[in-house]
């Protein structure tokens, strides 16, 4: 804090990276004796004292930390923990960190993980926090990809799996429409695709895929009279014709869905992102357009 004469002002303290190259920061944490731990965008964390950076740590044979910017440093207990968009969630000694010595200005100290956990096999993590219920094992996890996990942290042979607890959309929701016949709508975000009921809100299906959904359209009746046909374009100027089928197969994390989409078709009539796509009922023709 500093004095001046409009009143008390905090004062900041700018970093040097040094020899280090420069670094966006996502997580960091302010350790009890003044030193700070910070992520990286390369994945590595970074010990700094009193405002420069005292040494690199990574994995031994100098692996990064995580394949990835860390999002979140924290202490737990006498650990630190690190929580990257990787999906890891790596758990480090903190006094080997914390009393680490550099030689010299941007030197790197090898150390590996006490323990860690993948969650899922294609989330983005963010963050973690602890539940509010007396289980101190109990976190949870926030997924850029769309959803919240419960997460045991116990790190034991009896450690329960990570589970999908909530999930949404992820991003700007590029496409909506509804079934002529059932009471449901497909909707679009990233790249992904779901199906839910209009009345309970249940989802009833979902399918990712490796480009953006840009737009959907859901055939009517007139062309497919169980109404369970939608068309959906994609970044790349493609175009699936997706069908709902039941007897969907969860995987070890998620919870069963009522139905699948499986493609029936694919088509590539544009090279720029599929923006729009109708429908003319009398002829029974499809119009596509791009951006």
Same mark, same amino acid.
């Given at each position: 804090?500093?004095?001046?004469?409009?009143?008390?002002?905090?004062?900041?303290?700018?970093?040097?990276?040094?020899?280090?190259?420069?670094?966006?920061?996502?997580?960091?944490?302010?350790?009890?004796?003044?030193?700070?731990?910070?992520?990286?965008?390369?994945?590595?964390?970074?010990?700094?004292?009193?405002?420069?950076?005292?040494?690199?740590? #990574?994995?031994?044979?100098?692996?990064? #930390?995580?394949?990835?910017?860390?999002?979140?440093?924290?202490?737990?207990?006498?650990?630190?923990?690190?929580?990257?968009?990787?999906?890891?969630?790596?758990?480090?000694?903190?006094? +080997?960190?914390? +009393?680490?010595?550099?030689?010299?200005?941007?030197?790197?100290?090898?150390?590996?993980?006490?323990?860690?956990?993948?969650?899922?096999?294609?989330?983005?993590?963010?963050?973690?926090?602890?539940?509010?219920?007396?289980?101190?094992?109990?976190?949870?996890?926030?997924?850029?990809?769309?959803?919240?996990? *419960?997460?045991?942290?116990?790190?034991? *042979?009896?450690?329960?799996?990570?589970?999908?607890?909530?999930?949404?959309?992820?991003?700007?929701?590029?496409?909506?429409?509804?079934?002529?016949?059932?009471?449901?709508?497909?909707?679009?975000?990233?790249?992904?695709?779901?199906?839910?009921?209009?009345?309970?809100?249940?989802?009833?299906?979902?399918?990712?895929?490796? +480009?953006?959904?840009?737009?959907?359209?859901?055939?009517?009746?007139?062309?497919?009279?169980?109404?369970?046909?939608?068309?959906?374009?994609?970044?790349?100027?493609?175009?699936?014709?997706?069908?709902?089928?039941?007897?969907?197969?969860?995987?070890? +994390?998620?919870?069963?869905?009522?139905?699948?989409?499986?493609?029936?078709?694919?088509?590539?009539?544009?090279?720029?992102?599929?923006?729009?796509?109708?429908?003319?009922?009398?002829?029974?023709?499809?119009?596509?357009?791009?951006?």
């Amino acid at each position: 804090m500093a004095r001046t004469f409009t009143g008390l002002k905090l004062q900041g303290e700018l970093g040097r990276f040094g020899r280090t190259e420069i670094s966006d920061i996502e997580g960091y944490r302010e350790l009890p004796d003044g030193k700070v731990i910070s992520g990286s965008e390369w994945g590595n964390m970074l010990l700094w004292d009193g405002g420069l950076i005292q040494i690199e740590v #990574c994995r031994t044979k100098v692996k990064p #930390c995580h394949a990835g910017p860390i999002q979140q440093v924290l202490l737990h207990e006498s650990d630190v923990y690190t929580v990257g968009e990787d999906g890891y969630i790596r758990v480090w000694d903190f006094e +080997t960190i914390d +009393t680490a010595e550099g030689n010299d200005e941007g030197s790197k100290m090898e150390i590996d993980p006490l323990n860690e956990l993948r969650v899922g096999t294609d989330s983005k993590l963010m963050g973690i926090t602890h539940g509010v219920v007396d289980d101190m094992s109990l976190w949870f996890a926030q997924d850029a990809k769309g959803n919240i996990w *419960k997460l045991d942290l116990t790190f034991s *042979k009896n450690s329960v799996d990570p589970e999908i607890i909530l999930s949404f959309m992820s991003g700007a929701v590029t496409g909506l429409d509804v079934s002529s016949v059932y009471n449901i709508f497909a909707s679009s975000a990233g790249n992904s695709i779901r199906v839910n009921n209009i009345i309970s809100q249940d989802l009833l299906s979902q399918r990712i895929f490796p +480009t953006e959904v840009t737009s959907l359209k859901w055939f009517p009746s007139v062309f497919n009279e169980k109404s369970d046909g939608i068309l959906v374009g994609f970044s790349d100027g493609v175009i699936r014709y997706l069908k709902l089928r039941s007897g969907a197969k969860p995987t070890a +994390t998620e919870k069963k869905l009522e139905y699948d989409l499986k493609t029936i078709q694919v088509l590539k009539p544009h090279t720029k992102p599929v923006t729009f796509i109708t429908v003319e009922v009398k002829n029974q023709w499809i119009a596509t357009g791009v951006s």
